[in-house]
Nanobody, 126 residues
């Protein structure tokens, strides 16, 4: 079965960096749409970035553009989210997701995704 496991969250001060990892198993990682999403308490889940693992095409939400970047290690079936210049408003639970398909109509929409990890907490203090 499809399994996504996030790691790498933690607490940092504003301006710091973290790298999140998402280990994937149970499906064809090499040709899928995957995404990173986040949800702060009392807020809706929002897209951070999306990535087609087959073509390495990436989409990044405007709110984090220039600060966050996706990369992948196809040999390990791992998707990374490098987060730089973190701000308190980046505090949230971060989730990795996949739609288990080659393509998505709107890769930055949470509704596109069928499989989700358990999340990893990121806390940024000022």
């Amino acid at each position: 079965h499809v399994q996504l496991v996030e790691s790498g969250g933690g607490s940092v001060q504003a301006g710091g960096s973290l790298r999140l990892s998402c280990g994937a198993s149970g499906y064809t990682y090499s040709s899928n749409c995957m995404g990173w999403f986040r949800q702060a308490p009392g807020k809706e889940r929002e897209a951070v970035a999306a990535h087609y693992t087959g073509t390495a095409t990436t989409y990044v939400a405007d709110s984090v553009k220039g600060r966050f970047a996706i990369s992948q290690d196809n040999t390990k079936n791992v998707l990374y989210l490098q987060m730089n210049s973190l701000q308190p408003e980046d505090t949230a639970m971060y989730y990795c997701a996949t739609n288990g398909a080659l393509w998505a109509v709107d890769p930055l929409s949470p509704d596109e995704y069928k499989y989700w990890g358990q999340g990893t907490q990121v806390t940024v203090s000022s």
